[in-house]
């Protein structure tokens, strides 16, 4: 499972941002880079079966706090 998961990202990286290096849309590129990461990892953990820790502690504090 882990290989499929390396081989998709690996095709997705070469093939998506190319574009927008092309037209010249740096920012762009970087958001969708640092995005491409995050969910790479995610999906790499998942299939190594490692334990995520869950965000919804943080997010009940944070509305907690904000009223």
């Known amino acids: ?3 499929y998961i390396v081989i998709i990202y690996v095709f997705v990286a070469i093939l ?3 574009g927008l ?3 010249g849309m740096k920012r762009d590129f970087y ?14 953990a ?8 869950s965000p ?3 997010i009940e504090n944070l509305i907690k ?3």
Do not use: G, N, T
Request: with cysteine; charged share 15%.
């Open 1 to 3: 499972m882990v290989v």
């Open 16 to 18: 998506d941002p190319y």
């Open 31 to 44: 958001v969708c880079s640092v995005l491409y990461l995050i969910s790479f990892s995610l999906a790499f």
């Open 65 to 67: 706090r904000l009223y």
């Open 46 to 53: 998942l299939s190594m079966h490692w334990k995520i820790p």
């Open 56 to 58: 919804s502690p943080l």
């Open 21 to 23: 290096l092309k037209r």
